[in-house]
């Protein structure tokens, strides 16, 4: 264990680190001066989040009745962050996707048949399998408020079929 400036260092990367921050702020000189410091700390850790819920149940539907306006369900979930080093934080759905109508939808197993998950309130839309992420800010229980919608591609005559469809919920730091 080696000693700066009072810190206690116990690992050689943070001592790298470090030099390499001064470096790229001021360089360094023999002589005493003081010098002004930025210091940048990126946490590079996932919150510490539990996600419970989110099952969604259309029930019996119309298949002549799935426009995208019909079958709107809330997505129930519960986000627990505690111990999270920030309250803003960002959410993203992964899953298989299906474009319809332009958008990226949730691919169900059912052919021309996809699952919008949008924000309640303004509607937009979380596109599925997309890099594009929801920001939010974690107030108690609760991430941002989503609901799911029935969707079919245009032109898409749906059969009478059971269907199902898994994604997967990230929360993460923004």
Same mark, same amino acid.
């Given at each position: 264990m080696s000693s700066l400036s009072g810190w206690?260092?116990?690992r050689p990367w943070c001592l *790298? *680190? /470090? &030099?390499? !921050?001064? !470096? $790229?702020? &001021?360089p360094l000189h023999a002589a005493s001066k003081t010098v002004n410091m930025k210091l940048i700390i990126l946490v590079n850790a996932a919150p510490p989040c539990t996600i419970t819920g989110g099952t969604v149940a259309f029930g019996d539907v119309l298949t002549t009745l799935v426009d995208g306006v019909n079958y709107v369900q809330p997505v129930s979930y519960t986000l627990n962050c505690s111990g999270r080093v920030s309250d803003y934080l960002k959410l993203q759905? %992964? #899953?298989t996707s299906l474009t319809v109508n332009g958008e990226s939808v949730l691919k169900t197993s059912a052919t021309g048949l996809g699952i919008r998950i949008r924000q309640v309130g303004n509607k937009a839309l979380v596109p599925i399998g997309s890099t594009q992420? %929801?920001? =939010?800010?974690y107030s108690s229980t609760s !991430?941002? &408020? /989503?609901? $799911?919608v029935l969707v079919? $591609?245009? #032109?898409?005559? /749906?059969? $009478? %079929?059971? =269907?199902?469809a898994a994604a997967t919920l990230v929360v993460d730091y923004q």
């Open positions: 206690s260092i116990r *790298a *680190a /470090l &030099a390499l !921050g001064i !470096g $790229a702020v &001021a759905i %992964q #899953g992420w %929801q920001n =939010f800010t !991430g941002i &408020a /989503l609901e $799911a079919k $591609a245009s #032109g898409t005559t /749906l059969k $009478a %079929q059971d =269907f199902s």
